[in-house]
């Protein structure tokens, strides 16, 4: 399933469409092309159908792709024929966000404990979810299958936290802290960046006023 | 300054580099080579050299770039070079991690108000800043000159606010909920979705596992 390695920008285009193609599954349509998928994403159909040549072998020229086979081999190629045990660090407003985020549970990353050092929100419960001290952290990794830690803390303390981790059993950290976290390279980090989003878009916002003047 | 169109990928990765070039700025260095920035940023010396080959007439072989030269010419590029005024739609948990998100005021967007439908949140300030109805929102960005609305709502109600927004002089839309937003072309959009994100790691984690199965 995995020979061969996909290029970052269309591995997250490939999540986008896997989401796609669940929702037309649901509507139990069995084939789909690819200025299909385009259009149901707002995408462009040359787009759509690059990002598809990965799986080529399972589209036919006028036909287009068996929705159901081609949605599990791209959740095959994601890493998601299996279920993801996460913990989320950082109580906050962020954590607590994320911890009521229904979009991951659907995809099968699961959050099984959330973890802070602030002693006056230990003991609580944030939506459904426990919240214990950090110290506790690696043990509860370990004892429990925990493969993702999502970090949530302020920048300061976003390295401490990642120096715990990478003491574990721990694969992959998604970083919410605006700081780049130094870790051995068999742990994989993700930063969202909340400020490069808005960076490509402003310089998406400049693009389209240059070269689509007649449209002012 | 912007005669070329730039990868999306590269765009971003413009965005860390100028952060990184902006702390490279602040300890008085002058010069600075590609395979530096890839060291300060955890990247690649190739992949840095690719993304600033778009300012390729900055950099002398031997030399490097000059820091303040290449940090500004890429802030232009990126849109930097003025100041953006924002509103933020959605005062929940999510909204609120935003508005008291450092970085985006260090980089020139700046959020100026917050917009929600829950009347016992209208009226009150969160963060420093005021919370409005969102009925008032399309006066609010005519009479202060927003160009960017943060849409931190539940997906349902979306794209309600994205019909609003586009009747109004907005540029562009950072939209953090888990919907494809319908726009009309000269609005920009960019997804935020945390998902892709989970997905993307996850995708990296099963790749560095096949890709380097020595360092099990």
């Known amino acids: 399933m995995k020979e061969f390695k996909i290029p970052e920008a269309t591995v997250s285009r490939l999540s986008v469409y896997s989401r796609y193609l669940t929702e037309v599954e649901k509507q139990h349509i ?14 462009t159909p040359a787009q759509v159908r690059k990002d598809l040549a990965y799986f080529g072998e399972f589209g036919t020229r006028g036909v287009g792709y068996n929705v159901k086979q081609l949605n599990q081999e791209i959740k095959n190629i994601l890493g998601l024929s299996k279920k993801w045990n996460m913990i989320l660090i950082g109580a906050g407003n962020l ?3 994320l911890s009521q985020y229904h979009g991951f549970r659907e995809r099968g990353f699961e959050i099984k404990g959330i973890f ?20 506790e952290m690696a043990d509860y990794i370990e004892a429990n299958g925990i493969s993702i830690a999502i970090i949530a803390v302020p920048g300061d303390y976003a390295q401490d936290v990642a ?30 960046d909340l400020s490069v ?14 070269t689509m003047p007649e449209e002012e």
């Open 30 to 43: 069995v084939s789909i092309s690819s200025g299909e998928i385009a259009e149901g994403m707002g995408g």
């Open 95 to 97: 954590g607590s966000a």
């Open 116 to 135: 802070d050092n602030d002693l006056n929100k230990v003991g609580l419960m944030l939506n459904g979810l426990p919240i214990y001290p950090i110290n």
């Open 163 to 192: 120096d715990i981790l990478v003491e574990t059993p721990i694969k992959g950290i998604l970083n919410f802290a605006p700081v780049v976290l130094t870790v051995p390279d068999e742990v994989e980090v993700r930063n969202v």
């Open 197 to 210: 989003n808005l960076e490509v878009l402003s310089y998406n916002i400049e693009n389209n006023l240059d």
